[in-house]
């Protein structure tokens, strides 16, 4: 089952590609880029990691927002209501998910299937905020996980999907309030708790644990299946899932990074004083960049290079934000010159920072 598994995983870019029709653009995500954002406070007491939520550390953390439809407020809103909390501390990065469900069931519980094909609750993380290297985390009703780490988005040609990397001393717990695989009741819900440690997260972050004020690109994504009983058990309907999240995608898509919330941590004691979300105004500028991105895509499919003419992108791009492009026949670098910084982004949607007042080299990030 597992060698199955990696297998399908290894082919799974490119069997999407050949089941796919086949398109000449990229798909690009139709709403505002407006992600969501969460404070994350410390927690200066314990926290056992049951599921239950009985400590009142975390009745103090604030709930995100309902989650919606992955495609945004333009979808009908989800039926049944999901949120989250969050808090840290020097070790770990917590998590609380509650979701409300009459008829609790799940089948995988062999760690690392392909969980999505249960209803399931789901975490990914880019710390960096680049779009490249992230973690992608899928569980279900019976405590069953599937950590992934991925190089890249999926639409990416040299996307890397690790299926057998592991979070090392993850911590997890499922509560059911109601009866599992017991289709002859109704229900209440289940809850999710989960303590990554910084440990592993640190493979991919500028600083971990996080400094007061950083920043961090977070999702989290509930996958929901309609069922209907035959024989006393619970089968899928034949048609697509549900998708409910917490930030929107503007696409049937979690593989796009650059949509996703901005987590913004707290050294202060949840319950205590409040920090105000700071917007980084540079993330206004990679947005830019990432239009360029999405239309050299595009541009490369319809006729098989890239451009240095950004009036072929049909792009309109404020005056002050104008990049330079650099090209090869199978390469393109955009930059934005702004104040003392200078904005990045490759051909394969990598963005990094240099800011030319610092004293010290600094490296793509």
């Given at each position: 089952?597992?060698?199955?598994?990696l297998?399908i995983?290894?082919?799974?870019?490119?069997?999407?590609f050949?089941?796919e029709?086949?398109?000449?653009f990229l798909p690009?995500?139709h709403?505002?880029f407006?992600?969501?954002?969460?404070?994350?406070?410390?927690t200066?007491s314990?926290?056992?990691?049951?599921?239950?939520m009985?400590?009142?550390?975390?009745?103090?953390?604030e709930?995100?927002d309902d989650?919606?439809?992955?495609?945004?407020?333009?979808?009908?809103a989800?039926?049944l209501?999901?949120?989250?909390?969050?808090l840290w501390?020097?070790?770990?990065f917590y998590?609380?998910?509650?979701?409300?469900?009459?008829?609790?069931?799940?089948?995988?519980?062999?760690?690392d299937?392909?969980?999505?094909y249960?209803?399931?609750?789901?975490?990914?993380?880019?710390?960096?905020?680049?779009t490249?290297?992230?973690?992608?985390f899928?569980?279900?009703?019976f405590n069953?996980?599937?950590?992934?780490?991925?190089s890249?988005?999926?639409?990416?040609?040299n996307?890397k999907?690790?299926d057998?990397?592991?979070?090392?001393?993850v911590k997890?717990?499922?509560?059911?309030d109601?009866?599992?695989n017991?289709p002859?009741?109704?229900?209440i819900?289940?809850?999710?708790e989960i303590?990554?440690?910084?440990?592993?997260l640190?493979?991919?972050?500028?600083q971990?644990p996080?400094?007061?004020?950083?920043?961090?690109?977070v999702?989290?994504s509930?996958?929901q299946w309609d069922t209907k009983?035959?024989?006393?058990?619970?089968?899928?309907?034949r048609?697509?899932?549900?998708n409910?999240?917490?930030?929107?995608q503007?696409i049937?898509?979690?593989h796009?990074p650059?949509?996703?919330?901005?987590v913004?941590?707290?050294?202060k004691?949840?319950g205590t004083?409040k920090d105000k979300?700071?917007?980084?105004k540079?993330?206004?500028?990679?947005?830019i960049?990432?239009?360029?991105y999405?239309k050299?895509?595009?541009?490369?499919?319809?006729?098989e290079?890239?451009?240095d003419?950004i009036?072929?992108?049909?792009l309109?791009?404020p005056?002050?934000?104008?990049?330079?492009?650099?090209?090869?026949?199978?390469?393109?670098e955009?930059?934005?010159k702004f104040e003392?910084k200078?904005?990045?982004?490759?051909?394969?949607g990598?963005t990094?920072?240099?800011?030319?007042e610092?004293?010290?080299d600094q490296?793509?990030?």
């Amino acid at each position: 089952m597992k060698k199955k598994t990696l297998f399908i995983l290894f082919l799974f870019p490119f069997l999407l590609f050949a089941l796919e029709p086949y398109v000449d653009f990229l798909p690009e995500p139709h709403i505002e880029f407006q992600p969501k954002n969460y404070i994350c406070y410390k927690t200066d007491s314990p926290i056992e990691v049951d599921g239950k939520m009985n400590e009142k550390i975390w009745q103090k953390a604030e709930w995100t927002d309902d989650f919606i439809d992955i495609e945004g407020f333009t979808k009908p809103a989800p039926p049944l209501k999901t949120n989250v909390k969050m808090l840290w501390d020097e070790n770990y990065f917590y998590f609380f998910c509650k979701m409300q469900e009459p008829h609790i069931w799940a089948k995988l519980k062999e760690r690392d299937s392909v969980i999505y094909y249960d209803n399931d609750f789901e975490i990914f993380i880019d710390p960096d905020g680049d779009t490249h290297n992230y973690y992608e985390f899928e569980m279900n009703a019976f405590n069953t996980i599937w950590d992934l780490f991925i190089s890249q988005p999926y639409h990416e040609q040299n996307c890397k999907v690790l299926d057998s990397w592991d979070i090392q001393g993850v911590k997890t717990a499922v509560y059911i309030d109601g009866t599992l695989n017991d289709p002859t009741d109704e229900d209440i819900g289940w809850n999710v708790e989960i303590a990554y440690p910084w440990k592993v997260l640190e493979e991919c972050a500028t600083q971990c644990p996080p400094l007061q004020g950083d920043q961090w690109r977070v999702n989290f994504s509930r996958v929901q299946w309609d069922t209907k009983i035959i024989d006393n058990d619970y089968s899928k309907l034949r048609k697509p899932e549900h998708n409910w999240v917490w930030s929107p995608q503007g696409i049937i898509n979690m593989h796009y990074p650059e949509m996703w919330g901005f987590v913004q941590f707290s050294e202060k004691p949840v319950g205590t004083k409040k920090d105000k979300y700071q917007h980084n105004k540079d993330e206004d500028i990679k947005w830019i960049l990432r239009q360029i991105y999405y239309k050299q895509r595009t541009y490369f499919m319809q006729n098989e290079k890239f451009t240095d003419n950004i009036s072929l992108l049909q792009l309109d791009i404020p005056h002050e934000f104008l990049p330079t492009i650099s090209i090869t026949p199978n390469y393109f670098e955009a930059v934005i010159k702004f104040e003392s910084k200078e904005f990045y982004i490759s051909s394969e949607g990598k963005t990094w920072l240099i800011d030319t007042e610092r004293p010290i080299d600094q490296e793509k990030k």
